[in-house]
């Protein structure tokens, strides 16, 4: 199956029931990780057709021409602006949440160049991080943003 | 399992035709139902290339018109003024807004959703259409149960039209946390009082009906004793916040 994934075409090996999460994993795309399994974590995170989306929720075969990101698409060398921040905050606990956290403030900040907390917490309110560190991960979109006004 | 994406209702309904077919909208409940094996279905009938079911009309009379295909995102987007839009605002996360449609949920029915609740005190109508005609269900009559609506076999909803809005509107949920499925949820729009996430289906308060007499679920988020207990307190937030 053809998919539009971080801006080539790639050829995933996929069932008809299987779900882009799974092809992209099995694609070695690893970066999108697999938590809950039907959409209440967020670490499966992507974009797709720009849009934030939960990855375990789109059937790879309902994804038609419409571009996938992954978070090994969010920067074409190095660390992201996002990916910075959070390093420098130390807003990363054991990482598994990390790459959805990523996405779902890669989008907030393609549509907001500065946006303010209230607007954060609510970007950031489908991923959960069960260390608990939302409050860094705040803190480093709020200098990220702050950076910028 | 089969997938076909067609591009017309006509080339949808034949497709349904098999035994065990199901449409496929946003799939964010269905997809996470299959995840969870909870449904197989043998073949799945993509909406999301019928051009027919999307989009946001204003009725001449001052309503609206949602395609089934609208998703949450995009009703949201409507002036706060709508108690539609104001349950669009709290339903899930920015992930699940782009992508799940008021057709989608409309159709699962599930007990503790926003719009079922929503589209009850709004008197809204249910649009459904099959190989054969098209019919509007009222909400009350559309709603039946525990994931259960009036919905025949061949059939598919394909829009929700909400009339006119007179005065305030305003929706409430209680849940463990934003943007969860409610404990308890109240709409309230022209003095009409609608109750969801308490029985199987989202009841309209009234001469007949009164909070106490419900006869409340007990589910994984909350014991019918606490969903009494709290009910009456959101209610009167609810209604305050119209007046």
Redesign the interface.
């Known amino acids: 199956m053809l998919l539009n994934v971080n801006g080539e075409e790639r050829d995933l090996a996929a069932t008809?029931?299987a779900?882009l999460l799974e092809a992209l994993r099995a694609g070695g795309l690893t970066g999108s990780k697999r938590g809950c399994?039907?959409?209440v974590c967020?670490a499966c995170?992507v974009l797709?057709d720009g849009?934030?989306?939960?990855s375990?929720?789109?059937?790879a075969?309902?994804v038609?021409e419409r571009p996938v990101v992954t978070v090994e698409g969010v920067s074409e060398s190095g660390l992201s602006e996002v990916q910075k921040a959070l390093v420098e905050t130390g807003a990363i606990q054991c990482g598994f949440c990390t790459p959805g956290f990523v996405m779902?403030l890669t989008?907030l900040f393609l549509r907001r160049a500065a946006p303010a907390r209230d607007e954060i917490r609510?970007?950031l309110?489908?991923?959960l991080c069960r260390c608990s560190g939302y409050v860094k991960i705040v803190e480093a979109a709020e200098k990220l943003a702050g950076g910028k006004r | 399992?089969?997938?076909i994406?067609p591009t017309t209702l006509e080339e949808a309904f034949r497709a349904l035709e098999t035994e065990d077919a199901r449409c496929?909208a946003g799939?964010?409940s269905l997809?996470?139902?299959?995840?969870?094996g909870l449904v197989a279905p043998a073949k799945?009938v993509?909406l999301?290339r019928i051009a027919s079911l999307r989009g946001i009309e204003k009725a001449k009379d001052g309503g609206l018109r949602l395609g089934a295909m609208t998703t949450h995102?995009e009703i949201a987007a409507l002036d706060e003024g709508w108690l539609i839009a104001q349950a669009a605002r709290v339903l899930?996360?920015?992930?699940?807004r782009?992508?799940g449609t008021i057709g989608g949920s409309v159709a699962n029915a599930d007990p503790s959703a926003d719009y079922p609740v929503a589209l009850l005190a709004a008197a809204a109508e249910i649009e459904v259409t099959s190989a054969r005609e098209a019919r509007k269900i009222p909400a009350r009559e559309f709603f039946k149960g525990l994931f259960e609506t009036a919905l025949a076999s061949g059939e598919i909803v394909t829009a929700i039209h909400i009339p006119a809005q007179c005065g305030k509107a305003a929706y409430e949920k209680l849940s463990l946390v934003?943007?969860d499925f409610a404990i308890v949820s109240v709409a309230v729009v022209e003095g009409r009082i609608a109750v969801g996430g308490c029985t199987p289906a989202p009841v309209l308060l009234g001469a007949e009906k009164d909070a106490a007499g419900l006869e409340f679920m007990n589910d994984q988020r909350a014991s019918a004793a606490y969903r009494r207990k709290v009910l009456p307190e959101i209610i009167r937030r609810t209604v305050k916040r119209c007046s």
């Not at chain 1, 849009?51 to 939960?54: D, E, I, P, Q, T």
């Not at chain 2, 899930?92 to 699940?96: M, Q």
């Open positions: 008809p029931a779900t399994n039907h959409g967020g995170t797709l849009k934030l989306a939960r375990c929720l789109a059937l075969v309902d038609g779902a989008e609510a970007a309110s489908g991923n | 399992m089969d997938y994406a496929l799939g964010q997809v996470a139902m299959m995840n969870l799945l993509s999301r995102a899930a996360y920015p992930a699940i782009a992508f934003v943007g």
